[in-house]
């Protein structure tokens, strides 16, 4: 039977809120159980897996598929936040079997534990120019900073222009419009990812791993998920680890919290990965649908049940397991960008605190608050003040 959650406590609610203050649907939630039927945001049923154990079941299980070809008939796609289908667009979050693995293969050295130990200085670099360019402030780095720091990062692996950086943002930008705006997004996405051809990176070595029967067509779209779900999942991310940063205090304060000769990167990967379980960017897994009639938890799902994993909300069942948890997923589909991500954070943290002594919040933190825009989307901070943003060359402090 669907679950009828009170006002306020339905799964999908828009609003805004504390920082600390739990999403007022979540506790509903696990409460109802394993498995829940709720309506969902385009209509009819979902079934949301609420623990951490039957959650890493779920998205090992080939009987649920991400294809959209499977999502009820009825369905908006736009209201639904669904993708295309699999035959509409090559893409890694909508195949499965042998060309999900034949994609995640082409992708996977480029994406190497290796490869992004090796950017990290570059990661860094890129932090300290876009931060100093901001100003001393006070200025608001969720409305710039945590949109141009990932497109950068991406970018730049990829052989995007930096020339091109402000098209990249206004891309991501537009795709929250309507159908026009969007279109005109993904056509400016595709002229980044056919200039990033053009030149020296991982958009080439991505083309070349690939089969010759692969277009450049559907290079553009797998490089478009990259620069879009690259922003879209880090952005927000950066917002609570630089806020939880700055509520230390000033330099001194942090680094006496922090320790010394921690080094960069040292305890700073822990704070990411406690930020990442806490506030997953992606609450939700995107969706799934079962592909057959399936049992869970005693309940029987119909074939083409939409399917969600509720990744914030087993993120403190034991099951989650360490570091940030189930906040890139797990299984087959599990974020291709796991440790580019994390990186991407710990260099971002690591400048703000050792580059930028005197950045702090512009407001008190219990004032910051959070957004949550509905539907299957993660909440963000609505902004993130900081002054004090000098460079240590310039700020007389060593
Ligand atoms: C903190 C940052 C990030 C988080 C928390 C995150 C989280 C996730 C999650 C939960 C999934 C699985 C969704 C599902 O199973 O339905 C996923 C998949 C994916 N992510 Fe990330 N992600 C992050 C950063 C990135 C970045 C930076 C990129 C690219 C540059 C990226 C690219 C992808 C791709 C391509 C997939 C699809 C993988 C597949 O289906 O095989 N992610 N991510």
Do not use: N
Not at 235 to 253: H, N
Not at 333 to 349: F, M, N, S
Not at 365 to 391: C, H, K, M, Q, T
């Amino acid at each position: 039977m669907m679950q009828r959650f009170s006002h306020g406590t339905c799964p999908f609610t828009a609003g805004t809120r504390r920082t600390d203050e739990p999403y007022p649907g979540r506790e509903a939630l696990r409460s109802a159980g394993p498995v829940v039927l709720a309506e969902a945001p385009a209509g009819g049923p979902v079934a949301i897996v609420t623990t951490a154990a039957l959650a890493r079941v779920v998205l090992a299980d080939p009987r649920f598929v991400k294809d959209t070809a499977w999502a009820p008939p009825e369905w908006d796609p736009r209201a639904a936040e669904l993708e295309p289908t699999a035959a509409q667009a090559l893409s890694l979050t909508t195949t499965e079997g042998a060309p999900h693995a034949a994609l995640r293969r082409a992708h996977a050295p480029m994406l190497s534990p290796r490869r992004m130990r090796a950017r990290r200085g570059a990661m860094r670099d890129t932090a300290r120019g876009l931060l100093a360019e901001r100003g001393e402030g006070p200025v608001d780095l969720m409305a710039d900073f945590t949109t141009r720091y990932p497109l950068a990062v991406v970018g730049d692996l990829l052989g995007v222009p930096r020339a091109m950086l402000d098209e990249a943002v206004e891309a991501c930008r537009r795709m929250f419009g309507d159908e026009a705006d969007v279109a005109a997004a993904m056509g400016g996405f595709a002229r980044l990812a056919a200039t990033a051809m053009q030149h020296e990176g991982l958009a080439r070595e991505l083309r070349e791993r690939l089969p010759a029967d692969v277009t450049d067509e559907q290079v553009h779209y797998l490089l478009f998920t990259l620069l879009f779900v690259g922003q879209l999942t880090t952005g927000p991310a950066l917002g609570f680890v630089l806020a939880r940063v700055l509520a230390e205090g000033d330099g001194a304060q942090r680094s006496s919290t922090r320790g010394e000769g921690t080094g960069p990167g040292g305890d700073t990967a822990a704070l990411v990965d406690d930020v990442l379980r806490r506030d997953p960017p992606a609450p939700f897994t995107l969706w799934r649908f079962s592909a057959q009639e399936v049992e869970l938890a005693g309940v029987v799902l119909p074939p083409r049940t939409p399917v969600l994993v509720d990744l914030a909300g087993s993120a403190d069942d034991p099951g989650a397991g360490p570091g940030p948890g189930l906040a890139f997923g797990a299984g087959p589909h599990l974020c291709a960008a796991v440790h580019l991500a994390r990186a991407e954070l710990v260099a971002a943290v690591d400048v703000l605190v050792g580059d930028f002594p005197d950045a702090r919040l512009a407001v008190p933190a219990a004032d910051l608050r959070r957004v949550d825009p509905g539907g299957i989307a993660g909440s963000r901070l609505a902004a993130l003040p900081v002054e004090g943003l000098r460079p240590r060359e310039c700020s007389g402090s060593s």
